[in-house]
């Protein structure tokens, strides 16, 4: 530990360093886990004291962007200030680490750029044209993306204000003990598993979360649920639904089960029921950026999902 350590924030300290990162860029790298102190994840406040050992993952710099790529998209909304997509399950919405191809923003290129429109905003850089908001990889459902740069400010403080509504459809392992309910749990990073976040109130990233349910149908070993998240949290629907007992269906993260196989309802041997995690962005209502009119844009539930909750009605 060099002497001009001993003493300094953690963050402060890396980014003397690391002079081509920024304080907050490397705050941000350390609240993703990047970051650990005597083999202990670190907090960027983390005081250095003598003798302790530093561990650091410099995150791999983005790249210019995303290539175009021709991938059908549905479009459920498109004009010259946004667009909506159904996303399909299994689709990551922007370039990152081990996902530089097959992206959303790569196919939204193809299809956007092209019709003389100007093609995304570039307010979230180079990786993440046009994109607002996000869903997981294997999420499908309505995202809105932005043209404009103006189009990108006024639909992102939408979603920074909440008056974005979000409703989400979701398969649970079990059942909610009450027929409708609201969730109130903090969310923030896993104390130990980098690629999870956890209901904790003891952390830096720690963010107030609040999501309320409705349980549409119940088939005893399984449930589906109406979910509204209130705050957008990280794997919010994904944590809480977790933490009352009822994890999303083939959710390999927080179910411990990435496969739903026929047995799971008692049926006879077969292919797979479904093999990704049941949550779907039914629908999402919120001003359109330009002429203010409320948009009620909807995804149909997509044939995996729809053939499980068919199994379970028949079995």
């Known amino acids: 530990m060099a002497d001009d350590a001993v003493g300094a924030r953690l963050d402060a300290w890396l980014a003397r360093l690391l002079p081509a990162s920024s304080r907050s860029a490397i705050a941000r790298a350390i ?4 970051a650990r102190v005597d083999g202990v994840q670190a907090r960027p406040s983390m005081v250095l004291k003598v003798g302790v050992v530093v561990t650091f993952t410099v995150p791999e710099p983005p790249r210019s962007g995303p290539e175009a790529e021709e991938i059908p998209l549905v479009f459920i909304h498109r004009d010259d200030d946004m667009a909506a997509v159904d996303k399909p399950a299994g689709m990551v919405v922007h370039p990152a680490k081990g996902n530089w191809r097959g992206t959303l923003a790569g196919a939204l290129r193809w299809h956007l750029e092209r019709d ?6 570039t307010t979230g850089g180079p990786t993440r044209p046009g994109i607002v908001h996000r869903l997981d990889r294997d999420t499908s459902g309505v995202i809105v993306v932005a043209r404009t740069e103006e189009a990108h400010q006024r639909l992102a403080k939408q979603f920074e204000q909440r008056t974005v509504a979000k409703t989400y459809l979701a398969v649970v392992q079990g ?26 109130t003891d952390h830096s990233t720690s ?15 399984m449930a589906l649920v109406r979910v509204a998240p209130r705050t957008g949290r990280t794997h919010q629907i994904r944590v809480h639904l977790a933490a009352i007992g009822c994890p999303v269906l083939g959710d390999v993260l927080y179910s411990g089960r990435g496969t739903i196989e026929p047995a799971f309802l008692g049926l006879p041997p077969g292919p797979p029921l479904l093999s990704r995690q049941a949550l779907h962005a039914a629908r999402l209502e919120l001003d359109h950026p330009r002429s203010g009119v409320r948009l009620d844009l909807a995804a149909p539930l997509p044939a995996d999902i729809a053939g499980l909750l068919a199994a379970a009605r028949q079995s």
């Open 207 to 221: 963010r107030p979360a609040v999501t309320r349910y409705e349980v549409v149908e119940r088939f005893g070993r």
């Open 31 to 34: 609240d993703a886990g990047a």
């Open 175 to 200: 059942e909610p003990r009450f027929d409708r309910d609201e969730i109130d749990l903090p969310i923030g990073i896993h104390p130990y598993q980098r690629e999870k976040m956890a209901v904790r």
């Open 116 to 121: 003389g429109v100007g093609g995304l905003s």
